[in-house]
Every structure is written in structure tokens, then in C-alpha cells.
């Protein structure tokens, strides 16, 4: 266990001084002849003077572009500014910068499949890809989806796509029909791509049907090509104008042209897609400057990617870290694509990756962290680890015990980040910064150029104290808008609602001593016993660093059911293998959580169950638990990766008393 009142990580001075971010620095010192000494400077700076901020990160990534000659109009209304409205750029042409022999791409599908693409061979195949978009008529505007595995497929429909001007959208093929139906039948793509299978745990998953299914049931859809994965099944014949990818391709010659087309700064690039827990999901449009200058101000600021480093993060298609990471390209990364189990190969595979590929980011979650740990991976002593620098985690809180695991188990001189953001904003809030120190249990820094604060229920600042993650100022990745939301209103009434001229992120956190920030949850998922907000990550914590559980879910139950005046704990665990929840175990949970937090987080019924209920991308669903425990219906149950796992938290006696 390392000291809690010491950095767990601190850069050397080499480090520090030749990273990315303090050559960005200094540059911006003699550039705006400012006094830029630390990160709270730079920070400063960024948000008060948001034109020479977002000026000095276009040049110091070398857009390929025409900048234009306002950087921001209405500066300080959200939603309403318009950033680089005179800007003309395509994502796709800055992706594609370069076309040498260096890798492109790298794939691992489990242990069963490797590919490799150059940068000369992932320019060629894009434009050929491309040539064969145009010859079916597709145009900018029109939407391209991919039912995809993350793959390098996937990243040549998604260049081809915007390098066009079309509007890129993808799920990735462990969606259901309905789940597929409910994101691309709001928004009518002309095109599909899909994958005729997939691996996962060493099996292998058929897709052929469920494409069918949907190219029957989309009328918007005119043509389908099939990436030959996982299958074996030779014939394309039941899924409506199906092509192979091979056979598709083949119809540009070798050394066709790509060209791009010049864009608006705000020209649509993605659509992505809310959870969906709550509803059909939300249609997210953001747009491709917005997501492109972001983007590259995190990877080569904030986690210090350089030309020929090689980042990993392990994602689906489905997720906003699939189309954060193939950025990395614009950065002059090597990207490590991975589509499996992260536990294939008797726990070993994405370790094995690392080494094999000189992986210098390994971006993960702290569920896998967590899972590593129980499992008594130590990968210090069986892996080298020689090229890695940065350790990425985000889909939830990681709580210290995690950053203990990666410092004494995988390697201790490497930069952690938690980062914490979100399909929203198709970025972060909050990430890591080369040059601070990494504390226990904190996000490192609020993000350059975001107004990142933390306020009460009044709408007012507070440190030290737990309140609303807010931005209090416009920043260049917002969404455009929703799909087919005409008037804005659902728009504005799911980020400004709350606060007047404020984006409400809906996270229940904390500014520390040392200018971090600490996640305790979602807002609308904290508990109230008493009347008083509780994180639910402080019982997360406390809970999952036992070895007899698995992982957990905490909800507030109405209490008394009658005339409910107030809310009581309810605590599930999902037990490891071969232990049980007897009398014993639930005092020791209750005496972990009482100890280590406070009298109002011991839950006043702990009840085992046999799986817990989370997306497709791996988040649990705290709001579909509590639906179920009180009898209201969970909306929109297609979302969820284990729906049949709600009934064991339906109708539960012990709920009763």
C-alpha cells in the first residue's frame, strides 16, 4: 500500500520539461507574451482567453485547414456560440496525413486473428472505399453506419465516410435487432457496413441474421457490405443487397484518388447515441472541427501522445472511446485495435498485446482493473511493460484501490490518468496532464479550455465539498445538436436545464486541495437517507475491495413503501464464486462501510444476486435496479447487455420489511 498524503506518481524533470504540453506552454508564453509558470496558469489562461487558447491548439497540431479570421462568436452563450465560423477542414485529411510504410493500424481479434494495416495501405484502401461510396451516390449529409467490431474495416468505412462529407454512425455487433433499430432507424443511414461474426471468450458469435434483420426492417438502407470475421458461412443471400468488403473494394482500381471534401468547421461527422436506460436513446450530432481540435488537445496534451507512440484503448464501436481513440491518428499514433474478451488467453491477452506492439497508452476501465486484481494478475513481474508511459481508465470512478493495483502491479513509473467526460461532449471533462503528480483516488486536472466547476444546488462554487460538475463557458466539442430535434428544446432541456448558461454533466463530484477532481457517482443515481447526497462510489469502494465480492450495486429504496418520507440503502452483490452471503459476511460489509465512511452509508438490507444489469458498454444501471426493486417499468430494456438479470431484484421479500 503506498502513503495516501503523497503523490502516487510524480514526472521527473526530463519528463516533464520535454512533454507535449510544456513545449505547448512555453510556446504560448512567447506567442501571447504571458506568464504561464504551472498548470493553474495554463488552466487559467485557456478558459479566460478561449480565442487565443483554441488558436495556439489548431497551430500547435497543424490543422490541415483554412483557420478563418473569427476564432468565436458569442462567447459566452451556451448553448448559442459558433465556433471558427469562417474554418473549411475534413477530419478524414487530417487522419490521413501521412501515407508511409510506419503502421497504420494494428488488430488483434483475440487470439485468433492479426492484421496490420501502413499508413500508405490505410490511405489506398480509404480511397477506394470512398470511390465505391460516391459510385452508389452517397453524398455529404447522408449517414454511413457500421454494425462493426472495432477493427480496421471500421476505421476505413469511418475515413471513407467523412472524407466525403457523410455522417458517420456505429453500434457495435453484440447490439440486438430492436437496439440496432432504435439508434439507426432515428437516423436513416443510406449505407451499412457489418461483420458476418465475431469472437468473444473463444466463441464464435454468427451476426448474418441480425444484419438481415435490419437491412429488411431499414428502408433507408441501399446497399450492405459484410466484412468476412468470424463466420463460415460462404453465401450473403439472405441479407438484402449485401456485398463483401473484399469484392466491394475491387471495383476501384489500386490507385485511385482520394479527395476531400472542404468543410464547415461545424459540418455533422458523428452520430452517437445516449445509453438509452431512460428512453429511446438520444441522437447526438457533433461536429467535425469540434471533435477533431478537442481531441488532438487530449491526446498530445494531456496524455502526451507523440509521433510513433502506439495507444490502445480497450472500446466497441459503441462507445464514445472507439471514436476518441482513432484520432490518435491525427497525432501521428499507431493505433492498437483489440475485438474479444480481456481476459482471453488465460487472462493474458491484453498484456501480450502490450508487449508484442510496444504499447506506450493502455487505455482500459476500472472495471477491468478491479477484475485483474481479484484475479491476481501481476503483469510487473510477467510482462515487461518496456514501452508503456500512460495508463488510461474511464467508464466509472476508479477509486485509489485501483491506482494501488496499477502503481504495485503493472508498473510504477507510468503517467495514470482517470479521465472522466462522455458521449455528450465526445471528450473529457476532466483527464491526466504529464506534468502533475497523480494522487490516490483523483482525476489530475480539469481539461484545458474547459470551464470545469463544481456547484451547490444554489448554482454556487464549492471545494472540498461534493456538488454538480458544471462548465460554465462554451467549448468547441458541444453537440451541434440532436438528430430531429428542430427547435433545440430537447437539447437545451437535457445540459442547461438546471443551471442558467451552464452545461450540467450530471455528476455528483468534488474539487481537492490539489486542483484534481473526484467522481462520486451520477447525479441521478446519488442517495438521499436523511435528506443528505450520497455518492454511491464511496460504498462502491469500500464494497468491492472485499475479496468475496464481485461487484455491487447500490440503490435508495422509498421507505416506508406506504407513504414514503424517506429513502434506505439496499446494497447487491454479486458474490465470486463459491461464497455466500450469510450473517457473518453482511456485518463485515457493514463494518468495511461504517468505518470507512459514515453511519448514513451502511445499508440498511445487503441481498445477493446473480448478475447485475449494465449497457453494452459495460456501465452498470443503478436507475433500472431501482425501477425494478420499485415495480416501475425499465424503459427501453434493449439497452441493457443482460436484461434477464433484472428479475432478481423484482418482488424480493426482503424488500418488504
Known amino acids: 500500500m503506498f502513503l495516501k498524503d503523497a503523490p502516487a506518481w510524480t514526472p521527473s524533470a526530463p519528463q516533464a520539461a520535454q512533454s507535449n504540453m510544456n513545449a505547448f506552454r512555453k510556446a504560448a508564453e512567447r506567442r501571447w507574451r504571458v506568464a504561464l509558470p504551472d498548470y493553474d496558469a495554463l488552466h487559467a489562461w485557456s478558459v479566460n482567453e478561449p480565442e487565443k487558447f483554441w488558436a495556439s491548439v489548431w497551430d500547435d497540431a497543424g490543422i490541415i485547414g483554412t483557420m478563418g479570421e473569427r476564432i468565436l462568436i458569442e462567447k459566452y452563450r451556451m448553448p448559442g456560440a459558433r465556433w471558427f465560423p469562417g474554418a473549411q477542414l475534413n477530419f478524414a485529411e487530417n487522419l490521413l496525413r501521412r501515407a508511409d510504410d510506419s503502421d497504420a493500424l494494428v488488430f488483434w481479434g483475440e487470439d485468433r486473428v492479426k492484421a496490420r494495416l501502413s499508413r500508405a495501405e490505410l490511405r489506398a484502401t480509404v480511397a477506394r472505399f470512398a470511390a465505391g461510396l460516391r459510385r452508389r451516390g ?16 471500421t476505421v476505413v468505412a469511418m475515413l471513407a465516410a467523412t472524407s466525403i462529407g457523410a ?83 475491387a471495383e476501384s482500381a ?64 459503441g462507445w464514445m472511446m472507439w471514436n476518441w481513440l482513432v484520432s490518435g491518428l491525427a497525432a501521428g499514433a499507431t493505433l492498437l485495435l483489440y475485438d474479444g474478451s480481456p481476459f482471453a488467453a488465460d487472462n493474458r491477452i491484453l498484456f501480450d498485446y502490450a508487449d508484442a506492439e510496444g504499447m506506450t497508452h493502455f487505455g482500459t476501465s476500472p472495471k477491468f482493473l478491479d477484475t485483474a486484481a481479484k484475479l491476481g494478475l501481476k503483469p510487473r513481474e510477467t510482462h515487461g511493460l518496456e514501452a508503456l508511459r500512460v495508463v488510461l481508465s474511464t467508464g466509472s470512478p476508479l477509486v485509489p484501490e485501483g491506482f494501488d493495483y496499477v502503481y504495485r502491479d503493472i508498473k510504477r ?20 496532464a504529464p506534468i502533475l503528480p497523480v494522487w490516490h483516488g483523483e482525476l489530475q486536472c480539469r481539461g484545458l479550455g474547459m470551464a470545469v466547476d463544481v456547484w451547490n444546488d444554489d448554482g454556487k462554487p464549492v471545494r472540498g465539498k461534493k456538488g454538480e460538475l458544471v462548465c460554465t463557458r462554451p467549448f468547441p466539442s458541444m453537440p451541434l445538436g440532436f438528430w430531429d430535434d428542430r427547435d433545440g428544446s430537447k437539447y437545451r432541456a437535457a445540459y442547461f436545464e438546471r443551471f442558467r448558461n451552464a452545461w450540467s454533466q450530471g455528476d455528483f463530484c468534488e474539487i481537492t486541495e490539489h486542483g484534481g477532481l473526484i467522481i462520486h457517482g451520477r447525479s441521478d443515481a446519488t442517495l438521499n437517507p436523511g435528506g443528505v447526497r450520497i455518492g454511491t462510489a464511496e460504498i462502491y469502494r469500500q464494497v468491492e475491495k472485499l475479496s468475496e465480492i464481485q461487484e455491487a450495486v447500490v440503490i435508495g429504496q422509498d421507505w416506508p413503501p406506504a407513504a414514503p418520507k424517506d429513502v434506505r440503502v439496499v446494497l447487491f452483490v454479486k458474490l465470486r464464486e463459491g461464497k455466500v452471503l450469510d450473517d457473518s459476511l453482511i456485518a463485515k460489509i457493514r463494518k468495511t462501510i461504517r468505518e470507512n465512511t459514515t453511519p448514513r452509508h451502511v445499508p440498511a438490507r445487503v441481498l445477493s444476486v446473480e448478475d447485475i444489469p449494465r449497457t453494452r458498454t459495460g456501465k452498470i444501471v443503478e436507475l433500472a435496479v431501482r425501477n425494478a426493486v420499485h415495480g416501475r417499468a425499465v424503459k427501453n430494456i434493449e439497452a441493457l447487455a443482460n436484461p434477464e438479470s433484472l428479475a432478481f431484484f423484482c418482488c424480493r421479500p426482503e424488500l418488504r420489511t
Open 138 to 153: 452517397v453524398v455529404k449529409g447522408d449517414r454511413i453506419a457500421a454494425y462493426m467490431p472495432n477493427m480496421p474495416q
Open 167 to 249: 455522417v458517420f454512425t456505429s453500434v457495435s455487433p453484440d447490439f440486438g435487432v430492436q437496439s440496432v433499430l432504435d439508434r439507426f432507424g432515428q437516423t436513416e443511414p443510406k449505407f451499412l457496413i457489418a461483420c458476418d461474426g465475431y469472437f468473444y471468450g473463444g466463441k464464435r458469435v454468427d451476426c448474418l441474421g441480425k444484419v438481415a434483420a435490419v437491412a429488411d426492417a431499414l428502408s433507408s438502407i441501399e446497399h450492405v457490405v459484410i466484412v468476412p470475421y468470424a463466420g463460415e458461412s460462404p453465401s450473403l443471400g439472405t441479407v438484402r443487397g449485401a456485398q463483401w468488403f473484399d469484392d466491394f473494394i
Open 413 to 432: 513509473d507510468v503517467q495514470l490518468s482517470s479521465i472522466s467526460g462522455g458521449t455528450d461532449i465526445i471528450s473529457c471533462f476532466a483527464l491526466g
Open 254 to 317: 489500386a490507385e485511385v484518388d482520394l479527395a476531400f471534401e472542404a468543410l464547415p468547421f461545424d459540418h455533422p461527422l458523428y452520430i452517437m447515441y445516449s445509453s438509452g436506460t431512460t428512453g429511446v436513446p438520444k441522437c447526438i450530432v457533433h461536429g467535425a472541427g469540434g471533435a477533431l481540435l478537442q481531441q488532438l488537445k487530449e491526446h498530445r496534451l494531456h496524455c502526451d501522445v507523440r509521433p510513433g507512440d502506439r495507444v490502445f484503448y480497450f472500446t466497441t464501436c
